[in-house]
C-alpha cells in the first residue's frame, strides 16, 4: 500500500505561481513513477505531468511544457508540482497518483496508476 497526501492549492490570481507538493508514505520503494493530474468540474480527469521515481525521466501535457516542472525529494518522499504563469484555465482539482509498474514509456493515463491522492483545488482568477 502507498499513501499519497497533496498540499499546497489555493487561489491565485493568472500569471500567479503556485506549488503543489505530494507526500507519499508506505510502500515507497516499490514506486516506479509519480504523475500529476487533474479535473476541471464536468471534465474527464486529464494528464498534467509525470517523473520517475528515480527522476531520471519526465514527461509533460503539452497545455504546460514551459510553465509547469515537476520534481521529487526522495529523503522526503515527496513529488512537486511548480506552477508558473498560471491561467484561469488551470482551475481544477489536481491529484497526485503512483504507479508502480516499471515502463518503457512514462504513464500518462489515469488507468496506469495505482494509488491516488484525495486531490488539492487550485483556482485561478483572471
Known amino acids: 500500500q502507498v499513501q499519497l497526501v497533496e498540499s499546497g492549492g489555493g487561489l491565485v490570481q493568472a500569471g500567479g505561481s503556485l506549488r503543489l507538493a505530494c507526500a507519499a508514505s508506505?510502500?515507497?520503494?516499490?514506486?516506479?513513477?509519480m504523475g500529476w493530474f487533474r479535473q476541471a468540474r464536468g471534465k474527464d480527469r486529464e494528464f498534467v505531468a509525470t517523473?520517475?521515481?528515480?527522476?531520471?525521466?519526465?514527461a509533460y501535457a503539452d497545455s504546460v511544457k514551459g510553465r509547469f516542472t515537476i520534481s521529487r525529494d526522495n529523503a522526503k518522499n515527496t513529488v512537486y508540482l511548480q506552477m508558473n504563469s498560471l491561467k484561469p484555465e488551470d482551475t481544477a482539482v489536481y491529484y497526485c497518483?503512483?504507479?508502480?509498474?516499471?515502463?518503457?514509456?512514462?504513464?500518462?493515463?489515469?488507468?496506469?496508476?495505482?494509488?491516488w491522492g484525495q486531490g488539492t483545488q487550485v483556482t485561478v482568477s483572471s
Open positions: 508506505g510502500r515507497t520503494f516499490s514506486i516506479y513513477a
Open positions: 497518483a503512483a504507479d508502480l509498474h516499471t515502463r518503457v514509456v512514462l504513464p500518462t493515463t489515469p488507468g496506469t496508476y495505482d494509488y
Open positions: 517523473i520517475t521515481w528515480s527522476g531520471a525521466r519526465t
